[in-house]
């Protein structure tokens, strides 16, 4: 928000406890909340476009039944037909988990849960165990030997054993800060052009011509912000699907 002539964009990132006294006891912010209104909107989207069981699909039965095909084909072309269809709701439902998070935090007076680096890595380390469990269900003990390259020498073991297991660890690091910083720069950019708007326009005629432009910017922001939440839903969802082919893949 802007305050006089300065602009607190990371404002909007701050927990609160909501719902006075109550929700300050049991420590519940607005995350929580907005995770749960992403997971009942999801739901209800899934119910009602379902619910007809049309031959011939309305809208909203329409774009459920897209949504099914689209991320079973991506779970199913990327893992497997077998394992990939026993994946899938798991990937379903976190591609729109985070879908629905990213969008829901564009509304005003929202958040966006999926900002929140504890929110971002808590999924990425959920999807490392699921991760590392399925390759030791399918390798067995056969999973640690990815550690050391096939056909370097063994003398340079001590080297390459702690660079693959670092690299392999870093995962959960990374799919959790590309979601987590890419929602939280959007959002800033939003908050910074808009309080441009709202400063500018109050300096008279010239101040009205010229918050035409960060107006005008802040529209073009959210129609990008609108692609980054689709990509960002995707990018974590593939990745999640080419992690668990590598796992269930010998």
């Given at each position: 928000?802007?305050?006089?002539?300065?602009?607190?964009?990371?404002?909007?990132?701050?927990?609160?406890?909501?719902?006075?006294s109550?929700?300050?006891?049991?420590?519940?912010?607005?995350?929580?909340?907005?995770?749960?209104?992403?997971?009942?909107?999801?739901?209800?989207?899934?119910?009602?476009?379902?619910?007809?069981?049309?031959?011939?699909?309305?809208?909203l039965?329409?774009?459920a039944?897209?949504?099914?095909d689209?991320?079973?084909?991506?779970?199913?072309?990327?893992?497997?037909?077998?394992?990939?269809?026993?994946?899938?709701?798991?990937?379903?439902?976190?591609?729109?988990?985070?879908?629905?998070?990213?969008?829901?935090?564009?509304?005003?007076?929202?958040?966006?849960?999926?900002?929140?680096?504890?929110?971002?890595?808590?999924?990425?380390?959920?999807?490392?165990?699921?991760?590392?469990?399925?390759?030791?269900?399918?390798?067995?003990?056969?999973?640690?030997?990815?550690?050391?390259?096939?056909?370097?020498?063994?003398?340079?073991?001590?080297i390459?054993?702690?660079?693959?297991?670092?690299?392999?660890?870093s995962?959960?690091?990374?799919?959790?800060?590309?979601?987590?910083?890419?929602?939280?720069?959007?959002?800033?950019l939003?908050?910074?052009?808009?309080?441009?708007t709202?400063?500018?326009?109050?300096?008279?005629?010239?101040?009205?011509?010229?918050?035409?432009?960060p107006?005008?910017?802040?529209?073009a922001?959210?129609?990008?912000?609108?692609?980054?939440?689709?990509?960002?839903?995707?990018?974590?969802?593939?990745?999640t699907?080419?992690?668990?082919r590598?796992?269930?893949?010998?």
């Open positions: 928000m802007a305050s006089g002539s300065t602009i607190d964009a990371l404002g909007q990132f701050e927990l609160h406890p909501i719902f006075g109550f929700g300050e006891a049991l420590r519940l912010s607005q995350a929580p909340l907005f995770m749960a209104i992403s997971s009942a909107v999801v739901l209800a989207f899934l119910y009602f476009g379902m619910k007809p069981k049309a031959v011939v699909p309305g809208r039965q329409a774009a039944e897209v949504s099914y689209f991320v079973r084909g991506l779970a199913v072309d990327t893992i497997g037909e077998e394992k990939g269809t026993a994946f899938f709701p798991f990937i379903f439902a976190l591609f729109f988990f985070i879908l629905a998070g990213n969008y829901i935090g564009l509304l005003p007076f929202s958040y966006t849960f999926t900002s929140h680096i504890a929110v971002t890595f808590a999924m990425a380390i959920t999807v490392f165990i699921i991760c590392i469990l399925t390759s030791l269900r399918f390798q067995g003990l056969g999973f640690f030997k990815h550690f050391m390259p096939e056909g370097a020498p063994v003398a340079l073991s001590p390459l054993i702690p660079i693959e297991i670092l690299s392999y660890i995962r959960p690091i990374s799919l959790s800060i590309r979601l987590f910083a890419n929602m939280v720069a959007g959002h800033v939003l908050e910074v052009f808009a309080s441009f709202i400063m500018l326009a109050g300096l008279g005629v010239v101040g009205d011509v010229l918050a035409v432009t107006l005008v910017l802040n529209i922001l959210t129609a990008l912000e609108l692609l980054v939440g689709l990509l960002q839903a995707y990018v974590f969802a593939i990745l699907c080419i992690y668990l590598e796992a269930v893949d010998h």
